[in-house]
């Protein structure tokens, strides 16, 4: 990611849509820009889950999970199809930050998100907190092969 770049256009407009759900905690909207076989990579887990509505279910989880959630920085990549957004939030009394890494096909569906997240005591409050709540689903939408 040298030079400035701007998203391409319908990218653009999902990830302007993605901030407003975000503004509004209301991630409702959010299947109306996902791939049909989206793929979500998790801090937590080796293998990604993979669907519309494993990313769905995960993102509308986490959003529920996160409070004084904040995006900060956006890079963008020279083709115009790939963000990354530097955000800080807590987990219960833990503070983190992390990066969303969000990659978009030419119709501005998401197509792989990507979370990373610091420092390893809220890595692992995030991930207590996530279990919890998705232990029961996760295990249906998780990939099959080794990526």
């Known amino acids: 990611m040298s030079s400035p770049s701007a998203l391409k256009p319908a990218a653009a407009a999902s990830l302007a849509l993605w901030h407003e759900m975000v503004s509004l905690q209301d991630l409702g909207r959010l299947p ?6 989206a793929v979500f990579r998790s801090p937590m887990a080796f ?6 509505a494993a990313v769905n279910l995960i993102l509308n989880t986490v959003s529920k999970v996160f409070t004084q959630f904040e995006y900060h920085r956006t890079l963008v990549s020279e083709d115009g199809l790939n963000v990354v957004l530097e955000f800080s939030a807590s987990v219960g009394d ?6 969303d890494m969000i990659r978009f096909d030419e119709e501005g569906k998401i197509v792989d998100f990507e979370v990373m997240v610091r420092p390893f005591n809220a890595l692992q409050a995030l991930g207590a907190e996530m279990g919890a709540r998705l232990a029961a689903y996760l295990p249906a939408y998780k990939a099959n092969h080794n990526q």
């Not at 109306?32 to 076989?37: A, F, K, S, V």
């Not at 293998?47 to 519309?52: D, E, F, G, N, T």
């Not at 833990?94 to 990066?99: P, Y």
């Open 32 to 37: 109306t820009i996902l791939h049909d076989n």
């Open 47 to 52: 293998k990604p889950y993979v669907s519309a």
């Open 94 to 99: 833990k503070s983190l930050k992390g990066i």
